[in-house]
């Protein structure tokens, strides 16, 4: 098992949603030093700690282990909406308007 390349996709998972090394940490139950030493491949991590992070990045066990994700709509929406969790009602807004710009554009294309 690679843990540096579990480490890398944990790091990726988690910068996609936005999250601090902190934040996750905080989600997983686990010390920040941990995550640190995981995202670098510098410690092994238990299965408990794996799922742990699986379900704080909304993502799945293979996703983590293996790359091989394929991601569902649901996927999607739950990791928008742990984006807009902790947004002002100003930054959701701008957000949904930037969304709805983005759509528009891939339809004209």
């Known amino acids: 098992m690679d843990y540096y390349e579990i480490g890398q996709r944990i790091r990726a998972y988690r910068?996609?949603?936005g999250l601090s090394q902190e934040q996750l940490a905080e989600q997983a139950d686990i010390s920040v030093t941990h995550m640190s030493h995981i995202e670098t491949g510098n410690t092994k991590l238990s299965l408990p700690v794996l799922v742990?992070?699986?379900q704080a990045l909304h993502t799945s066990l293979d996703a983590l282990v293996f790359g091989?994700?394929?991601?569902?709509?649901?996927?999607?929406?739950?990791?928008l909406a742990s984006v807009l969790e902790n947004c002002t009602p100003r930054e959701t807004r701008i957000i949904l308007e930037l969304a709805r710009c983005l759509k528009a554009a891939m339809q004209r294309n």
């Open 15 to 17: 910068k996609a949603l």
């Open 52 to 54: 742990q992070l699986a």
């Open 68 to 79: 091989n994700h394929i991601s569902t709509k649901a996927d999607e929406l739950d990791a």
